[in-house]
Antibody, heavy 129, light 109 residues
Framework: QLQLQESGPGLVKPSETLSLTCSVSGGSISSTTSTYYWGWIRQAPGKGLEWIASIYYGGSTYYNPSLKSRATISVDTSNNQFSLKLRSVTAADTAVYYC???????????????????WGPGTLVTVSS | QSVLTQPPSVSAAPGQKVTISCSGSSSNIGNNYVSWYQQLPGTAPKLLIYDNNKRPSGIPDRFSGSKSGTSATLAITGLQTGDEADYYCGSWDNSLSALFGGGTKLTVL
């Protein structure tokens, strides 16, 4: 059974870089049996879900346009992990950060499918001095 | 303000049926698939529905999804107290971005 686990500092100072890693177990991050990516989603306290970025094991990436200038997603196939860096953080970046397996692609009629499953338990990152 | 619009809250009595709507546009729901997630208090979201109306293994058939035009609906029948949670819709936008709705809090009275 595939499991994901986020890890990283729980406290980051304003203007610094938030760095998180998602460790994947129970399956290979570079399996080619179907089309899927690996993604990061966050949830500010009391708020809804916000997609941040997704990456294919081969390196192809997608970013939320509102975060693209500050975010970098990367993959480490040798350690079955993928990571997120978010630069120049402010208090508005305080959130629970989730990693998830991201199924996505075009069907035969050109419509895009995209869903996240499973999700890691999440890790709270607080931005504060 | 989310691109996908959901009602902030819905409620119904145990055993009843409730529906949650998700409204988008032609650049997302109108031309792409919809997914739904359940988030129980203090836990990570869990996939309920994908590809508009498909259930992952282990999701009861009390949960169903549908799509018409630029809107989608999640229906839950035979409501149980354990269904109290936040529910989110998701879709892909042609601007190359994954989207989530703002979430709907379900209260089982």
């Amino acid at each position: 059974q595939l499991q994901l686990q986020e890890s990283g500092p729980g406290l980051v100072k304003p203007s610094e870089t938030l760095s998180l890693t998602c460790s994947v177990s129970g399956g290979s991050i570079s399996s080619t049996t179907s089309t899927y990516y690996w993604g990061w989603i966050r949830q500010a306290p009391g708020k809804g879900l916000e997609w941040i970025a997704s990456i294919y094991y081969g390196g192809s990436t997608y970013y939320n346009p509102s975060l693209k200038s500050r975010a970098t997603i990367s993959v480490d196939t040798s350690n079955n992990q993928f990571s997120l860096k978010l630069r120049s953080v402010t208090a508005a970046d305080t959130a629970v950060y989730y990693c998830a397996k991201d199924y996505e692609g075009y069907d035969s009629s050109g419509h895009y499918y995209n869903w996240f499953d499973p999700w890691g338990p999440g890790t709270l990152v607080t931005v504060s001095s | 303000q989310s691109v996908l619009t959901q009602p902030p809250s819905v409620s119904a009595a145990p055993g009843q049926k409730v529906t949650i709507s998700c409204s988008g546009s032609s650049s997302n729901i109108g031309n792409n698939y919809v997914s739904w997630y359940q988030q129980l208090p203090g836990t990570a979201p869990k996939l309920l529905i994908y590809d508009n109306n498909k259930r992952p293994s282990g999701i009861p058939d009390r949960f169903s999804g549908s799509k018409s035009g630029t809107s989608a609906t999640l229906a839950i029948t035979g409501l149980q107290t354990g269904d109290e949670a936040d529910y989110y819709c998701g879709s892909w936008d042609n601007s190359l971005s994954a989207l989530f709705g703002g979430g709907t809090k379900l209260t089982v009275l």
